[in-house]
Antibody, heavy 124, light 104 residues
Framework: QVQLVESGGGVVQPGRSLRLSCAAS????????MHWVRQAPGKGLEWVGV????????DYADSVKGRFTISRDNSKNTLYLQLNSLRPGDTAIYYC?????????????????WGQGTVVTVSS | YVLTQPPSVSVAPGQTARITCGGN??????VHWYQQKPRQAPVLVVY???DRPSGIPERFSGSNSGNTATLTISRVEAGDEADYYC????????FGGGTKLTVL
């Protein structure tokens, strides 16, 4: 069965960095675009960004562009999110999610599987 | 692109719940719906306006017309109580603000 397990969250001071990981299993990770979505405490869902199946293409929400970087290691079935210059407004649960359609350079599809999330708290 | 959902919807068990998602000419887009129960990850319940992933009960259905997409939950059960989010792709990924479904 499809499993996505995030890790790497924690408490970090403003301006510092953090790297999140998402370990995938139960499906052919290397053929699917993958997304990060976050949810601030008591708030709704906010898309963070996406990476193509081969890692060659990426896109980000304006709110994180230039500060966050998505990468992947298909040999390790793992997705990453590097968070730099963190702000209190970045405090959230961070979910990785799979794009529903693989074998495509497009990622404009629903998110059919989600991880349980990892919590990032930015506070001094 | 902005998606507008009512903050809350309440319905008695066994009745039908309708959760709307408003957007400019939303009929031109594919609308997806997610269910999120407390302290759990979101689950896709309807995609491409009206299709259901495997394992999602037939009680969940969707429609899309004009400026409004609707998630309909028939024969509502206590276990359907959750937050529901609509989602579309515009130039970027856009979520509605979410609707809390309360089963009375």
């Amino acid at each position: 069965q499809v499993q996505l397990v995030e890790s790497g969250g924690g408490v970090v001071q403003p301006g510092r960095s953090l790297r999140l990981s998402c370990a995938a299993s139960g499906f052919a990770f290397s053929i699917y675009p993958m997304h990060w979505v976050r949810q601030a405490p008591g708030k709704g869902l906010e898309w963070v960004g996406v990476i193509s199946y081969d890692g060659n293409n990426k896109d980000y929400a304006d709110s994180v562009k230039g500060r966050f970087t998505i990468s992947r290691d298909n040999s390790k079935n793992t997705l990453y999110l590097q968070l730099n210059s963190l702000r209190p407004g970045d405090t959230a649960i961070y979910y990785c999610a799979r794009s529903s359609t693989g074998y495509t350079t497009s990622w404009f599809y629903p998110f059919d599987f989600w991880g349980q999330g990892t919590v990032v708290t930015v506070s001094s | 692109y902005v998606l507008t959902q009512p903050p809350s919807v309440s319905v008695a068990p066994g009745q039908t719940a309708r959760i709307t998602c408003g957007g400019n000419n939303i009929v031109s887009k594919s609308v997806h719906w997610y269910q999120q129960k407390p302290r759990q990850a979101p689950v896709l319940v309807v995609y491409d306006d009206a299709d259901r992933p495997s394992g999602i009960p037939e009680r969940f259905s969707g429609s899309n017309s004009g400026n409004t997409a609707t998630l309909t939950i028939s024969r509502v059960e206590a276990g359907d109580e959750a937050d529901y989010y609509c989602h579309v792709w515009d130039t970027t990924s856009v979520f509605g603000g979410g609707t809390k479904l309360t089963v009375l």
